[in-house]
């Protein structure tokens, strides 16, 4: 009997009518593995991947391949984005068999939990075979597969520990992470690394501050190219914004086409803050059409942001995406035709499959003439028409609490540099505005969504779906991104509330999450007992718990004046700087957060009737140093710390900076405060 019919996770209802006996993760399928004396097979994807839908189609809906599953094993599916704790263990034992991970990920284990033996996708004669091999061994040579997994979990505890070398994230550790990823990176193509090729946005958010501290010419240009070759490749969708997981190849050409929020959320962050510091006209474009995509494509009205969309449409990789010249021609006519593919480097030969050509973008569009760069947005308009009418890919639509705090804080940031660097006079200025109307709409639904909806008894859930709330218990990841954003809301609206309920996930975490050492585990310490209990420090596609909670920590005590939160996170960050010089690209948020704590980071906050238009508050946000906070408005405003005895002298409205809890004297002039911030 399938048993996913009830399962909030669109992953797991996509095996709802599997003819596999499937579980949910849950207590009662390894209890049922006891009672039978059989393995469990343990089966991780998320509803995006595109290798997931591939091993569905190919095993788990071909009925004798799910005979073999049944008969031999009680087979559980987990979606990895709804349990992440689950995903982070069993992806540790499979990076430690096999060397590498990924999904979908396959793992065999004793009815205890202990992994035996683990893998990812299997064609299906391979898994037929496996499926044989292991339950013949399960039979024959149970002392063996005992034995082997006892050592895979002696080596799961090690990669997990808490405990090791601490030391304090200094200027000099930061300079050496700067260094090392300017060592390794790619100067043809931007970015780091060869094929498959990820946005690297939390390096790039590191090294913009590194640049903002040291002025780094070095650190700024990886920026700008890396941004660039991005937002000109395939791997954005050239028409209605946003970006892809990654690119399939070394150069950005062709992605593998599902989008998901998290790598759109700290992008437009990157996007945005280059902007503002450099006024890059691309960098305001693809911001804006970031943000765009954010509000547009993954908001659900009074609800947060769904987590993702599909690689596939239809079963087929970018069907919805990719173009030939005849194609162009049909919807533009000949002559824009020819414009579009020679813009878009659309050719006969193609650059994905069957002649088809992912959009990129061969010209400098943004400091094109006026007639050209208008051309080019009717162009867009009329092939973004065109593309609708084709069918889409399918959007996982549950709204995952860190994913939404992530987008949050983009967007709040994103919502004060448009205030600040946009001019009436742009002549998409239009544009620009109704972008910041609907996506200031959607990041407001998406905090009141996680506020009511995700915090329930004080504590934090995973997940949630039509306005329904999971049972997955919130992990560190979680507590860390959303009281995050909540101090990005408290600083953007000026409402006490927004901290209250930042300063309550924080006091959750130190409670429940804290490790003896300084740092934090990633599962509470009452959450569900796993065969380990997963601490890791290193970011990967999205911050580390670790790197998440400190970022949160940091931005909390800044606003509050409460030191013991600081010194919270200069004890966890200490955990993490003995690694951040030696792999500074698995360190990008924690090195992102030691520059704020480098920084000071500064406390700024403006005394005026005017929170939005007051040239001081301007220039308190374009002259921002590192992970400054910002607030805006009346002396004494309740709930609101930095303003509080804090009057406006002469009358005037009036600056205060202190940084590091050590303050400099009041301004009433905006040159004064920008002496004071750079």
């Not at 039979?139 to 597969?145: F, K, L, S, T, Y």
Request: include cysteine.
């Amino acid at each position: 009997m399938n048993r996913l019919a009830d399962a909030t996770s669109p992953y797991l209802l996509q095996h709802a009518d599997n003819p596999v006996d499937w579980w949910p993760w849950c207590d009662e399928a390894f209890a049922e593995a006891k009672r039978r004396d059989v393995p469990v097979l343990i089966s991780v994807g998320y509803a995006a991947c595109h290798w997931c839908h591939v091993m569905a189609h190919e095993s788990f809906e071909n009925e004798g391949v799910a005979q073999l599953m049944n008969d031999d094993f009680v087979c559980v599916k987990v979606d990895r984005e709804e349990r992440p704790d689950v995903d982070a263990v069993y992806m540790t034992a499979t990076q430690a068999m096999t060397g590498q991970g990924g999904w979908p990920m396959t793992v065999f284990a004793a009815p205890d939990g202990t992994p035996f033996f683990c893998g990812t996708y299997f064609p299906r004669a391979n898994f037929v075979r496996l499926l044989g091999s292991v339950a013949a061994a399960w039979r024959d040579q149970r002392e063996a597969v005992l034995r082997q997994g006892a050592a895979v979990v002696e080596a799961i505890g090690g990669a997990q520990a808490v405990g090791g070398l601490t030391a304090p994230l200094t200027a000099e550790l930061l300079d050496a992470a700067a260094d090392q990823l300017a060592s390794e990176y790619d100067e043809r193509n931007g970015g780091f690394g060869d094929a498959p090729k990820f946005p690297p946005h939390m390096n790039l958010l590191f090294l913009l501050r590194h640049h903002q501290r040291t002025g780094s010419p070095r650190s700024l240009e990886i920026v700008r190219h890396t941004c660039e070759a991005m937002a000109r490749g395939g791997l954005h969708d050239q028409l209605a914004g946003g970006f892809a997981r990654y690119s399939v190849d070394g150069h950005w050409t062709v992605p593998h086409f599902e989008k998901m929020l998290y790598d759109n959320a700290l992008l437009l962050r990157v996007y945005t803050q280059l902007w503002r510091l450099t006024g890059d006209r691309l960098a305001r474009r693809v911001a804006r059409d970031t943000a765009r995509f954010l509000a547009d494509e993954l908001h659900r009205a009074g609800e947060g942001f769904a987590s993702a969309l599909d690689a596939d449409t239809e079963g087929v990789e970018g069907l919805t995406y990719v173009w030939t010249p005849a194609q162009l021609v049909e919807v533009l006519g000949e002559e824009d035709g020819r414009f579009a593919a020679d813009l878009f480097e659309v050719t006969e030969q193609g650059t994905f499959e069957h002649g088809t050509s992912v959009l990129r973008l061969a010209r400098d569009i943004d400091d094109a003439d006026a007639s050209v760069r208008r051309r080019w947005q009717e162009v867009v308009g009329r092939l973004l028409a065109a593309r609708d009418t084709r069918p889409q890919p399918a959007r996982d639509d549950k709204v995952v609490a860190a994913w939404n705090g992530l987008a949050i804080t983009a967007i709040a940031e994103f919502q004060q540099v448009a205030a600040l660097c946009s001019a009436p006079d742009d002549e998409d200025a239009n544009l620009m505005e109704g972008v910041t109307i609907v996506a200031d709409g959607a990041m407001r639904d998406a905090a009141e969504h996680l506020a009511a909806v995700h915090v329930v008894d004080g504590r934090l859930r995973r997940v949630s779906r039509d306005k329904v709330v999971g049972e997955p218990a919130g992990v560190l990841e979680d507590y860390g991104c959303v009281a995050e954003a909540f101090c990005a809301m408290h600083q953007l609206t000026g409402e006490g509330r927004w901290l209250v309920l930042a300063g309550q996930l924080l006091d959750v975490a130190l409670a429940r999450f804290a490790a003896p050492d300084g740092g934090f585990y990633d599962t509470a310490d009452d959450a569900e007992r796993l065969i380990a209990r997963p601490a890791d420090p290193t970011d990967n596609a999205t911050p580390a718990g670790r790197s998440a909670i400190v970022a949160a920590l940091v931005a909390y005590a800044a606003l509050t004046g409460e030191i013991r939160y600081r010194e919270a996170a200069d004890a966890a960050l200490a955990t993490v700087a003995p690694i951040v010089a030696r792999h500074a690209r698995f360190t990008g948020y924690a090195a992102t957060v030691g520059e704020a704590l480098l920084s000071g980071p500064y406390e700024i906050a403006v005394v005026t009737d005017d929170p939005v238009g007051d040239p001081l508050v301007a220039a308190a946000l374009r002259h921002a140093p590192p992970g400054a906070v910002v607030v805006a408005g009346r002396a004494d405003q309740p709930g609101v710390p930095l303003l509080a005895d804090r009057p406006a002298l002469g009358g005037q409205p009036t600056a205060y900076v202190c940084r590091g809890f050590v303050c400099d004297r009041p301004v009433t002039a905006v040159e004064d405060l920008v002496a004071q911030l750079t």
